[in-house]
């Protein structure tokens, strides 16, 4: 008899192993993260712009791009803090009191006071709370698709390991505590949770890249001036003051805030859709996803059991195999709505039976009416069967149903037969099916009669084949997927049978191809994954760590990764992708708050509309930054050239810093919130290696940019030949610059010329509105040195 551990062993093992509890290691503060969002070349560049404009005394221009860096610091703070709180959901897996046997009796204590050595008793319903080994049990299967993801409960045998924060389905035992808190499986992931830390998106690379060349450039063109207007008898001051202002002017100070404004914008177009955005930057990566790994239980199929398909011996027996389901069945269900669905409640198992018994018998109690149970034997461990007397007209029948090779053993069946069912029943198995089968007989006995007489000389009715259906969706969204060049590899707990014929069933695999089980990658290195992983769709058994691995080789190799997931045991690989996506009806609190994006309908057809939303909101972006350059780089030559040429400057301080304030804003934001180009999701994922300026668009930005300057310059220098006054000259100049930029803000829009965007023409004819007040209005002329004369 087990007595447990005594008060004086409890003590000595919870000093030397500590609390049974999931630690989080913070290794920020709340002020470090907050710092943390502001070191980029880009803010760096803006910050000193903000310093140079306070030096020229330039307040608003100052005040409007220090308000531009704390607006984007504090949106990024806010996500970042949000997503490091996935480690302390792993605390909620852990029940807050447990049964235990301590000091020869039952106590109920604090999970957190458990350590190993402990017996636990456990019943159905209970969540395990920490690792250990069965030392008794009767007909125990527990749940462990939350940490493995496979589908099916497993039946555990005596000794077997049993993990803590898994669930009991079924039976009962004790179970012997091994291992506790952090030492556990899910401790052991919340540890390895605790080191990742997410990869900088391909756009904030890119935009770190750009604020490179843009500051060179700027810095180049800015100290040339001064030694070439020395160089002609300028004098220092207002040439250090032109410096600093075309500096200023080159940097495009709205370029994060159209960045931060489009993001949000596609967050709320993707909330419609069913997919809400946690990180705002996934927005833009999830439209270069290139490889997507998919977890199969709840996100490629229902993440519950259903019959597929049913093999009977004499089909004038249906009825009685029908029975045979909904006799001694302890599941129930229930009608979700006015529709025909329903919920299983009790064994997922028993419901698979009774619904496919309703799917052919619409009412249930009509195969009951008429007689009664006067006898029922519960599940035997040992015979794996389960076995109902039903009395109906004075007849007394045994319906029986379990392990098909214990119903086969007990049926009057020849040894052909028995042959040729075994071949049946073996080949559903060998598609990933669990297989249970049904026998019945009359019993001639009257009176009370032992088990065993009652589960001989059965008459064999049949079987079903009972599975973890594919979404409705799931098929459609893979080609969806495949169509728009992404790569969808799946990788799950179950066995390789159970996953290629899932992933036949929605197209991963369209013929039979190589399954990876989690123990053959193990005996792969890394070099020898990277060879295969490009050919192989399929990873069965495998474990967190299997999926984590895959992501990383697959980022070495120079893939953005997207990752499916709704379990603990996805949390892993969640935060380590590009993308972490999780479900948002069966997905667990550690899987959405280690993800990215959290799909409110799991629907995986969603994440296809998402990557397209994706594509937009990058396209859109680089509209805005070819716009900001293309004038900024117009505003720089002008002056440049000016100042080779030995011209007067054709723009003095305020009036760049004027063009820079409102031609840098809302054109740019409207072009960031652009109409959507249907055919980007035709397109195949963009290569994460393109840079934002590619050749092409920096071909038009040269072209454009240049080529206005040489036109605003001839114009300049023609107004000043005819006699007429410098601030005549500038005036003209100052207000062509600005014009130019607003038609500019509708060329680069491409084939989306034609189409209406109210935002970008309210947002142009506003700021022609203002520049004629500024240019005609008295005040406003002393301020920008204006005139006609």
């Known amino acids: 008899m087990e007595k447990g551990l005594s008060s004086h062993e409890v003590n000595q093992l919870l000093a030397v192993h500590g609390k049974n509890e999931i630690t989080a290691k913070r290794s920020f503060s709340p002020f470090i993260l907050f710092l943390s969002q502001f070191p980029s070349f880009l803010n760096g560049i803006l910050f000193l712009a903000a310093i140079f404009s306070f030096f020229i005394s330039d307040v608003l221009d100052a005040v409007f791009i220090l308000a531009i860096l704390l607006l984007n610091g504090t949106v990024g703070f806010i996500q970042e803090y949000n997503a490091e709180k996935s480690l302390e959901k792993l605390k909620n897996y852990v029940l807050p009191l447990s049964r235990v046997l301590?000091?020869?009796?039952?106590?109920?204590?604090?999970?957190?006071?458990?350590?190993?050595?402990?017996?636990?008793?456990?019943?159905?319903?209970?969540?395990?709370?920490?690792?250990?080994?069965?030392?008794?049990?009767?007909?125990?299967?527990?749940?462990?698709?939350?940490?493995?993801?496979?589908?099916?409960?497993?039946?555990?045998?005596?000794?077997?390991?049993?993990?803590?924060?898994?669930?009991?389905?079924?039976?009962?035992?004790?179970?012997?505590?091994?291992?506790?808190?952090?030492?556990?499986?899910?401790?052991?992931?919340?540890?390895?949770?605790?080191t990742l830390s997410p990869d900088k998106t391909p756009l904030n690379h890119r935009l770190n890249v750009l604020g490179k060349i843009i500051s060179f450039i700027a810095i180049l063109a800015a100290l040339s001036i001064i030694p070439i207007g020395l160089s002609q008898n300028r004098e220092l001051f207002p040439l250090i003051l032109l410096s600093i202002s075309i500096t200023v002017a080159a940097v495009p100070q709205s370029l994060p805030t159209v960045i931060t404004i489009a993001l949000a914008i596609g967050t709320t177009r993707m909330a419609k859709k069913n997919a809400i955005v946690r990180k705002m930057h996934a927005v833009e990566t999830l439209g270069s996803i290139q490889v997507l790994l998919v977890d199969k239980t709840g996100t490629l199929t229902e993440n519950s059991m259903r019959v597929k398909k049913y093999w009977i011996q004499d089909k004038k027996k249906f009825e009685s195999l029908l029975r045979a389901c909904i006799f001694g069945n302890t599941a129930s269900l229930a009608q979700k709505?006015?529709?025909?669905?329903?919920?299983?409640?009790?064994?997922?198992?028993?419901?698979?039976?009774?619904?496919?018994?309703?799917?052919?018998?619409?009412?249930?109690?009509?195969?009951?009416?008429?007689?009664?149970?006067?006898?029922?034997?519960?599940?035997?461990?040992?015979?794996?069967?389960?076995?109902?007397?039903?009395?109906?007209?004075?007849?007394?029948?045994?319906?029986?149903?379990?392990?098909?090779?214990?119903?086969i053993e007990e049926s009057e069946l020849s040894e052909k037969e028995k042959t040729k069912i075994t071949k049946f029943y073996e080949d559903y198995a060998s598609n990933g099916l669990r297989v249970i089968a049904f026998g019945e007989k009359l019993e001639k006995h009257k009176g009370s009669v032992k088990r065993d007489h009652l589960e001989k000389n059965l008459d064999f009715l049949g079987f079903v084949g009972i599975y973890d259906p594919p979404r409705d969706e799931a098929r459609e969204a893979v080609l969806k997927a495949r169509n728009a060049g992404i790569t969808t590899i799946m990788v799950t707990g179950d066995n390789e049978k159970t996953a290629l014929s899932i992933a036949k069933d929605v197209g991963i695999l369209e013929k039979d191809e190589d399954v990876i089980t989690g123990e053959e990658l193990e005996k792969l290195n890394d070099d020898e994954v990277?060879?295969?992983?490009?050919?192989?769709?399929?990873?069965?058994?495998?474990?967190?760590?299997?999926?984590?691995?895959?992501?990383?080789?697959?980022?070495?190799?120079?893939?953005?990764?997207?990752?499916?997931?709704?379990?603990?045991?996805?949390?892993?690989?969640?935060?380590r992708a590009d993308v972490g996506v999780s479900m948002g009806q069966t997905g667990t609190d550690v899987a959405k708050e280690a993800s990215d994006i959290v799909l409110a309908d799991d629907n995986f057809s969603t994440l296809v509309s998402a990557v397209e939303e994706g594509r937009i909101i990058y396209h859109n972006i680089l509209k805005a930054i070819t716009y900001l350059l293309s004038g900024n780089l117009s505003e720089l030559s002008l002056i440049v050239f000016a100042t080779l040429l030995g011209l007067p400057s054709p723009l003095i301080p305020t009036q760049i810093l004027w063009i820079n304030l409102i031609t840098d804003g809302l054109p740019a934001l409207a072009l960031a919130s652009d109409n959507k180009d249907p055919d980007l999701i035709k397109d195949g994922p963009r290569n994460p290696k393109t840079p934002i300026l590619s050749k092409k668009r920096s071909i038009f930005i040269a072209l454009v940019g240049l080529s206005l300057s040489f036109f605003l310059l001839s114009v300049f220098y023609l107004i000043i030949n005819l006699g007429k006054s410098e601030m005549l000259a500038r005036t003209v100049v100052f207000n062509l610059l600005i014009f130019s930029h607003m038609g500019l803000a509708f060329v680069v829009r491409g084939k989306s010329l034609f189409k209406f965007n109210p935002f970008l023409v309210w947002g142009v004819f506003g700021i022609i509105i203002l520049q004629i007040i500024i240019t005609f209005t008295p005040f406003f002329q002393d301020i920008f040195h204006l005139g006609f004369k």
């Not at 000091?103 to 006071?113: F, L, M």
């Open 102 to 194: 301590r000091n020869g009796k039952e106590e109920e204590i604090p999970t957190s006071d458990i350590v190993p050595g402990d017996i636990v008793i456990l019943s159905e319903g209970d969540r395990i709370p920490a690792d250990g080994v069965l030392v008794h049990h009767e007909d125990l299967e527990v749940d462990e698709s939350i940490l493995t993801g496979e589908s099916l409960p497993v039946a555990k045998e005596q000794n077997a390991e049993v993990f803590g924060g898994t669930l009991v389905l079924k039976g009962k035992g004790h179970l012997k505590i091994q291992k506790t808190g952090m030492k556990t499986h899910f401790g052991q992931i919340a540890e390895t949770l605790s």
């Open 337 to 407: 709505g006015s529709q025909d669905k329903y919920d299983i409640i009790g064994d997922r198992t028993d419901g698979a039976l009774l619904l496919w018994a309703k799917s052919h018998a619409k009412n249930l109690n009509t195969l009951k009416d008429g007689g009664e149970i006067t006898d029922e034997f519960v599940f035997d461990p040992e015979q794996k069967t389960i076995t109902t007397v039903w009395e109906e007209h004075g007849k007394k029948y045994v319906f029986v149903r379990g392990a098909p090779e214990a119903i």
């Open 530 to 575: 990277a060879k295969i992983i490009d050919h192989v769709r399929v990873f069965a058994r495998s474990r967190p760590e299997d999926k984590l691995r895959l992501v990383t080789i697959l980022k070495k190799k120079g893939y953005v990764v997207g990752v499916t997931g709704d379990g603990v045991n996805d949390s892993l690989a969640l935060k």
